[in-house]
Every structure is written in structure tokens, then in C-alpha cells.
């Protein structure tokens, strides 16, 4: 058995930006910056250093909170990671990227955006209000 989950936060790269396949499902693409601690052995301090990550989301849950999506809004990410590979130019590229299955609003960290003001959770209310509920679409009754 295997077990493939990944939970961070961090702060956004990038606005969400959603396109649509020929078969109408959603996806929503977005970036985060996740930092990270490590010492430096010259100075013997610790020092903070970004990772960087692409971050897909399907279907209504990428519509629903794609206008709360912009650059330097903090949040919490829970999801999968899944790892591709291409060839561009005769060279083999290889990436790691997050597969959201839940994106929280953890506040207002100077991003601007669709909403400046207001309470996090409240906005993650109104966003699971809109769509019924997060797991609608997945139950199958």
C-alpha cells in the first residue's frame, strides 16, 4: 500500500488561472511559494528559503474559489502529489506538482484581490455555500 499526501502552506506565486478541457471539466493553476529552514554552515545561522510549486485543481472547487486566488494570498494547501515528465527540445524535463483536493484562505497577506477585507473563514464559508458543499460532486448517492 502506498500513501501519497501532502499538506503546507504557503503564500501564492500567481493568480489562479482557469481554462477548460474539450469535455467542459475545470482547471484551475496557481503557484506557491513554501518556506522552508535549513543553517548555514559558513555563519552558522538558520535561514529561511523558498520552494517553489505549480498547484492544479479541478472542477467546481477551482471555479468556486478561483477569484480568492491571487498573488500573495496565504493558504493551506491539502492534496497529492504528482510527478511528470517531457521532452522539450531533445531534453528530457521532469516536474513535481501538487494536486489539490482542499485549498483554505488563511488570511490577507498584502495580496490584493477579489476580496481584501473580511474574515478567512467566512470567505471559505461563502465558497462551500456556493458550491453545496465540497464533496458533492464526489458522493454517489
Do not use: H
Not at 531533445?90 to 494536486?99: A, C, H, L, N, P
Not at 483536493?101 to 488563511?106: F, I, T
Amino acid at each position: 500500500m502506498s500513501i501519497n499526501r501532502y499538506v503546507c502552506t504557503g503564500n501564492l506565486t500567481r493568480d489562479m488561472e482557469l481554462r477548460r478541457t474539450q469535455g467542459g471539466m475545470t482547471i484551475g493553476s496557481f503557484g506557491i511559494a513554501v518556506n522552508d529552514r535549513r543553517k548555514n554552515n559558513q555563519t552558522g545561522e538558520w535561514e529561511d528559503y523558498a520552494n517553489f510549486f505549480d498547484v492544479t485543481m479541478f472542477g467546481s472547487r477551482a471555479e468556486s474559489i478561483s477569484s480568492y486566488l491571487v498573488k500573495g494570498k496565504k493558504v493551506a494547501i491539502d492534496g497529492k502529489l504528482r510527478w511528470s515528465q517531457w521532452e522539450r527540445d531533445g531534453q528530457k524535463r521532469s516536474k513535481v506538482e501538487i494536486i489539490a483536493d482542499d485549498v483554505e484562505l488563511l488570511g490577507d497577506k498584502g495580496g490584493s484581490g477579489a476580496r481584501k477585507s473580511g474574515d478567512p473563514q467566512q470567505v471559505q464559508a461563502e465558497i462551500l455555500d456556493s458550491t453545496g458543499g465540497v464533496y458533492d460532486d464526489d458522493c454517489p448517492f
